[in-house]
């Protein structure tokens, strides 16, 4: 590696592992046999991150232990120099560890079920913690639904409450490429507020502008953009919820292109939005899920929404476990 002196690699790797083990907050343990999976729980951790250690090849040769993965929690990054948790005044921070090994294929999919079923408890645990996350105490917040009435020929709406969607933040290293690809693969897949969200909208838009269909609604002796349903569905797209991740406003403007109806205003929309056409890395991510069986069985019924995406280049990607 450049800048470390080779003599040296076999210390780093094993300091890297015995750090996580001893400072992470949960850690999986791959037998060298790779039969076992050993979790513990450190009562005390000091670093936010789900750590795997176990047997890997790597540098003309075999190692019984070493840092093969890790989830960073909250606002703990992977891999990272981390002020860390639970520090005491006279701690410094948690030191950087190296990402010199990845998983195999057999050792993900040994560990992917467990972590991500942890994910999930650590969202619900700390949720129900929190003063507005309790069973009779739901996360409420003020939202409008538009329709458009094709008998008055007008768009309406209503007021009401409803449940929103919070959960815990956590990031994995764009390197730990199969968690790559099941996030990715979890949120189109498994995520049913979000379907139902994107197909509302998509409907919305679809059933909106396809009022234009008609010569009679619309001559074509003023420009399409400032008709009013235009200037309505441009207005939405920029206002609504998935405005902030780029990724999933671009599902709208897909579902509409493959749609019977809406299909001839999916090019207008994906204009508006800045969308070539070309699918989006998360698709391209999720597609690749299925290169290793059964995502179903790794994911369970997971709840999760991407919201640091693959556009900012960071190394890594953040997504939300929803409760």
Known sequence: MRGINPQKIPYFIKKDAESVEKKA??????????????????????????????????FGRSWDKVLLAEVGISQTRPYHEAKGINRAADQSNVC???????????????????????????SIDRISSWKSGGPSNRFLVPSTIHWWS???????????????AVGVRFTICLKDEF???????????????LKIYIEGLAKFIGL??????????????????DLLGAKQ??????????????????????WLRYSKRGKQFWQ????KINWDGKETRERQMASMATE???????????QLVITTGFEREKGYIVFEVQK
């Open 25 to 58: 907050r949960i850690v999986l343990k791959i037998s060298p046999d790779e039969r076992t999976i050993e979790i513990s729980e450190n009562k005390n951790p000091r670093l936010n991150v789900i750590a795997v250690v176990g047997p890997s090849n790597g």
């Open 150 to 164: 094709k008998g008055r020929e007008k768009m309406k709406e209503n007021n009401y409450v409803t449940e929103a």
């Open 292 to 302: 290793l069986p059964n995502p179903r069985e790794r994911l369970g019924s997971i």
């Open 179 to 193: 968690f790559v690809r099941d996030v990715c693969w979890a949120e189109f897949n498994l995520n049913e507020r």
């Open 233 to 254: 569905v441009e207005k939405r797209l920029k206002e609504c919820y998935l405005s902030r991740f780029p990724h999933l406003l671009i599902e709208v403007a897909r």
């Open 96 to 122: 950087q560890r190296r990402k010199w090994f990845s998983l195999s294929p057999y050792q993900y999919q040994l560990v992917a079920p467990i972590i991500f079923r942890r994910m999930e408890k650590i």
């Open 268 to 271: 207008w929309v994906a204009e």
């Open 208 to 225: 909106r502008l396809s009022y234009y269909n008609s010569r009679r609604n619309y001559k074509g002796k003023k420009r399409f953009d």
